[in-house]
């Protein structure tokens, strides 16, 4: 099976990036196969990247992965600039035989939009959403938060190898 890269946005939240990275770890099909972790993100919310990067090395690390980790800040209200980044990493993945994880809970909108109209012509593993459903909640890690009040949805259905 082709290797995973995972693509997450960062908005407001760094707990929803890491939860669902964590969720998607514990509970997902095909975690063994992440070979690279690359998290995107505002300039305004920059100063959350050190923390969700060693994170995300945690959790990998107690799965026994050693994902490569990238950044990549965008301006805010980026709009173009962030689907041209995504248009060119995903053709870079696609070359090098990867298929590709997105996790949106956490992207603004802007973000959201420009990866997922890019995402359409490569091969790729899942889209995640990992929603919270008791606001009482935001600012835990994931084992803190009744697993029934965070339910996520791939919007691709069950994992599939192609686009």
């Known amino acids: 099976m082709s290797p995973i890269a995972y693509v997450a ?3 407001r939240s760094p707990w929803a990036t890491v939860n669902t990275y964590y969720k998607v770890m514990k509970e997902g099909k095909g975690k063994r196969d992440i070979r690279r972790v ?3 993100t505002e300039e305004r919310y920059r100063r ?3 923390r969700v990067v060693r994170a995300v090395q945690t959790i990998s690390e107690a799965y026994n992965l050693r994902p490569s980790i990238e950044t990549v800040v965008i301006p805010d209200y980026g709009f173009f600039e962030a689907d041209r980044r995504f248009k060119e990493l995903f053709t870079k993945l696609g070359a ?3 298929r590709i994880g997105l996790d949106i809970t956490s992207g603004r909108k802007a973000l959201v939009a420009a990866a997922i109209v890019q995402i359409r012509e490569f091969p790729v593993s899942f ?3 990992m929603g919270l459903l008791d606001m009482d909640f935001p600012d835990r ?8 009040m965070q339910p996520i949805k791939n919007f691709l259905g069950e994992e599939r190898n192609g686009s």
Do not use: C
Not at 141 to 148: D, E, V
């Open 96 to 98: 090098e035989g990867y």
């Open 9 to 11: 946005l960062l908005g």
């Open 38 to 40: 690359y998290v995107f």
């Open 141 to 148: 890690p994931y084992m803190m938060i009744p697993t029934h």
């Open 48 to 50: 959350s990247l050190p």
């Open 127 to 129: 889209i995640v959403y």
